[in-house]
């Protein structure tokens, strides 16, 4: 290799580290791997009522934040803020996303089997 693409190199290769080391961005939560049963139904009701604006796996999309991201930890959203969020909206106050609506679709019951397979999510991207 020539002595002049060294200084290009070096440049590629911190922007790759930088880029890599990102903690704004939600990390990937399963890497395709098998939800365990105990989740599974949890699984089913978050694809069913809450992926469409939260994204497969609490990753996110254009319509609702990552709900696999360190704001949503336990210890800064609790299991009663999903709670309270399904059964009564609410105001955007950490994203630009605008106001969450109600969810009409779900009971109580859900929301746990839910919060259950959101919290797994979690775990496995390392927030806990």
């Not at 002595?3 to 395709?32: E, M, N, T």
């Not at 009409?104 to 496995?124: E, G, K």
Request: glycine share 10%.
């Amino acid at each position: 290799m020539t002595r002049s693409r060294w200084p290009l190199l070096i440049v590629a290769g911190a922007l790759l580290a930088a880029a890599a080391c990102d903690s704004s961005q939600p990390k990937p939560a399963v890497g395709g791997g098998p939800v365990p049963a105990e989740f599974q139904a949890g699984e089913g009701k978050f694809n069913a009522n809450c992926a469409v604006c939260h994204g497969k796996e609490g990753t996110g999309t254009a319509q609702g934040p990552p709900l696999v991201h360190k704001i949503y930890e336990p210890n800064h959203h609790g299991d009663a803020a999903f709670q309270r969020a399904a059964a009564t909206g609410v105001k955007a106050h950490h994203w630009e996303f605008g106001n969450m609506p109600k969810i009409d679709t779900v009971t109580s019951a859900d929301v746990d089997q839910i919060i259950q397979y959101v919290r797994w999510l979690q775990r496995q991207a390392g927030i806990s």
